[in-house]
């Protein structure tokens, strides 16, 4: 300490530095309280121009979780909305009210001011000051869609709340920058210092920050950065170990709704999507099938030929389903020797022929070592008030009696 004191003492350089710092601050000061008033203005209107760009990142997350009916995914993002800088509350009202959700402070049915807790409850208000009591706000609509629709389907409405304190606290901040790049122009080296770090760091960064902006939140991707360099450097470290956090998460992903064996889905993913057609079957009215269908006599194969047989078996099977379904069709691997295809939008008559279109496909199919074999399935549609348990065993005694009454047949029951 008393070393870095002497170098001050005995550095002119240092002196000036002061001196001139300590003038431009004054008169900084003086000019900046003069230009308050229409930075304020300038301020608000960016301030609401970013609130604005906000849908873009975040719409996507809200419209599914309000299609699926997950509160906490919808929670979670809200919560995100919140903690940005320039939210002091949020709103979601969906359309038939089973979304409903608001955080902060919000306005209510008689334009006043409400807040609520990060959980959605009412609380006492918790900022004071100047600005706190003025809202203004910005709406956009939820709107879901979907390969199976030709048109959006309204969801409901999200409204965003900022403050007039929010907009007075970024002048004030606005105000300290000021001084600060002020002093910097001032004295060259301070100006070559900050172009260099703003063209080495800034904007990669801000680069950075803008490609994670643009990320698909449901399927995120590796990203790159123009740097001016190729030596390794914490941009660069800071870069690969996002990249390997990405690819790590995908992977995860990937793994936990996939069969290791024949990639395609597997039971969890199955039970997911399950319960997503049951609901939106619920809400549109409309109708989806379920088709289980099971490998006749593969324990004789595993008997006979090995289990390593039997593998490649289910995996050409798995092919064969996938290969054959339409795109919007859901195939999986319910367990064992068991798959399942959740049929979309679909009657009960269409189901059908899906099933006898894939069971005469099968029986024509040579597979490797053991030739042809065949398979029995189970066909039922979910079209009204039921769990989708009952709907599940329904399908399953379909294929119980396809089985009993010879195989290499589908039965059905609704």
């Known amino acids: 300490m008393n070393t870095l004191l002497k170098r001050f ?23 900046t309280v ?40 919808l929670h979670s993002i809200l ?22 959700l608001q955080i902060g402070a919000v306005l209510n049915e008689k334009n006043e001011i409400t807040y609520y807790d990060s959980s959605g409850k ?37 409204t965003l709340y900022s403050n007039n304190q929010l907009v007075f606290d970024r002048v004030k901040y606005g105000f300290i920058l000021i001084l600060i790049n002020s002093i910097i122009k001032t004295i060259a080296l301070w100006f070559i210092i900050y172009y260099f770090i703003k063209k080495y760091l800034g904007q990669p960064l801000k680069e950075f920050t803008t490609k994670i902006h643009k990320q698909d939140v449901q399927s995120p991707q590796a990203i790159d950065l123009n740097i001016y360099w190729t030596d390794t450097n914490e941009l660069l470290i800071l870069k690969d170990s996002y990249n390997q956090m990405i690819q790590r998460l995908n992977q995860h992903k990937i793994l936990s709704i996939t069969d290791k064996l024949t990639g395609l889905f597997n039971r969890l993913k199955l039970d997911e999507t399950l319960n997503d057609e049951f609901n939106r079957s619920n809400r549109f009215k409309n109708s989806f099938g379920i088709i289980i269908i099971d490998i006749d006599y593969f324990k004789k194969v595993n008997d006979t030929d090995g289990h390593l047989v039997g593998d490649q078996v289910l995996i050409h099977f798995a092919k064969i389903l996938k290969d054959n379904i339409r795109k919007v069709d859901v195939v999986g691997r319910w367990g064992g020797e068991e798959f399942m295809i959740i049929s979309t939008e679909t009657d009960f008559q269409g189901t059908v022929k899906i099933a006898e279109s894939l069971r005469e496909i099968i029986s ?51």
């Open 9 to 31: 003492r005995q550095s002119i350089a240092l002196h000036l530095l002061t001196t001139i710092f300590s003038v431009y601050f004054l008169v900084a000061v003086v000019v």
């Open 34 to 73: 003069v230009q308050l008033y229409k930075e304020y203005e300038d301020t608000k209107a960016k301030f609401y121009s970013e609130i604005q760009t906000l849908p873009a990142t975040f719409n996507r997350g809200i419209v599914d979780s309000v299609w699926t009916y997950n509160k906490e995914l």
């Open 79 to 100: 919560l995100g909305m919140h903690n940005l800088p320039i939210v002091v509350g949020i709103k979601v009202e969906s359309i038939d009210h089973k979304m409903d």
């Open 122 to 158: 009412v609380t006492q208000q918790k900022e004071f000051g100047f600005g706190t009591d003025t809202l203004f706000k910005h709406e956009f609509p939820i709107d879901y869609t979907g390969a199976a629709f030709d048109h959006k389907v309204p969801l409901g409405q999200v």
């Open 364 to 414: 024509k199919y040579e597979f490797p070592t053991i030739g042809n074999i065949s398979a029995s399935f189970g066909v039922t549609i979910y079209d009204g008030d039921e769990n989708i348990e009952k709907v599940i065993a329904r399908a399953d005694s379909a294929l119980y009696q396809a089985k009993k009454n010879g195989r290499n047949r589908v039965e059905s029951k609704c």
